[in-house]
C-alpha cells in the first residue's frame, strides 16, 4: 500500500472548517500521481515518450468522517485489480496514526491513447511494475 502524507490547509475547507468534499478528489489524484511515481514512472514523460495517459474511467466515494483544517492525514492507494488496459484502486483518507478512516474511494482508471482517446493496453514495463508493487 503506498501512503502520501497530506497537510489540510484553510484553502481545503469549507466555510465550516471542514475539508469540502470536491478536495478529496484532488487528493486521490495527488496520491495515485505520486504512487506512479514511486514505480518509476512519469505521467509527463508517459505523454510525451509514449503518447499515453490515464483517466478516470469511474469513482464510488464514501465520505465517513470529516477532516479538519490542519489536519495531518495520510491519502493511500492500493491495487485491487490489474487488467490488460485499466486498473482498480482502493483509496482511502486516513489519519495520520492510520487508525480513523475519513473517506474511502474505488476508482478505476483506464490507460488512454492520447491521440485518439481509446483505450490501449498497459505497456509491458509499467505492467509488470504495478504487478510487482
Request: charged share 30%; aromatic share 10%.
Given at each position: 500500500m503506498f501512503r502520501l502524507p497530506i497537510r489540510?490547509?484553510?484553502?481545503?475547507?469549507?466555510?465550516?472548517?471542514?475539508?469540502?468534499?470536491?478536495?478529496?478528489?484532488?487528493?486521490?489524484?495527488?496520491?495515485?500521481?505520486?504512487?506512479?511515481?514511486?514505480?518509476?514512472?512519469?505521467?509527463?514523460?508517459?505523454?510525451?515518450?509514449?503518447?499515453?495517459?490515464?483517466?478516470?474511467?469511474?469513482?464510488?466515494?464514501?465520505?465517513?468522517?470529516?477532516?479538519?483544517?490542519?489536519?495531518?492525514?495520510?491519502?493511500?492507494?492500493?491495487?485491487?485489480?490489474?487488467?490488460?488496459?485499466?486498473?482498480?484502486?482502493?483509496?482511502?483518507?486516513?489519519?495520520?496514526?492510520?487508525?480513523?478512516?475519513?473517506?474511502l474511494a474505488t476508482v478505476r482508471v483506464v490507460?488512454?491513447?492520447?491521440?485518439?482517446?481509446?483505450?490501449?493496453?498497459?505497456?509491458?514495463?509499467?505492467?509488470?511494475?504495478?504487478?510487482?508493487?
Open positions: 489540510i490547509y484553510y484553502e481545503d475547507t469549507d466555510s465550516g472548517g471542514v475539508v469540502y468534499h470536491a478536495n478529496h478528489i484532488r487528493f486521490f489524484e495527488r496520491s495515485r500521481t505520486e504512487w506512479l511515481r514511486q514505480l518509476g514512472f512519469e505521467q509527463d514523460e508517459l505523454l510525451q515518450e509514449r503518447r499515453l495517459v490515464f483517466a478516470v474511467h469511474s469513482m464510488e466515494v464514501r465520505y465517513l468522517k470529516p477532516i479538519r483544517f490542519n489536519a495531518l492525514v495520510n491519502v493511500t492507494t492500493e491495487l485491487l485489480e490489474q487488467r490488460r488496459t485499466s486498473l482498480n484502486l482502493d483509496q482511502r483518507i486516513l489519519s495520520e496514526d492510520m487508525e480513523t478512516m475519513f473517506c490507460c488512454v491513447d492520447a491521440d485518439r482517446f481509446v483505450p490501449t493496453p498497459l505497456p509491458d514495463d509499467l505492467s509488470a511494475e504495478i504487478a510487482h508493487a
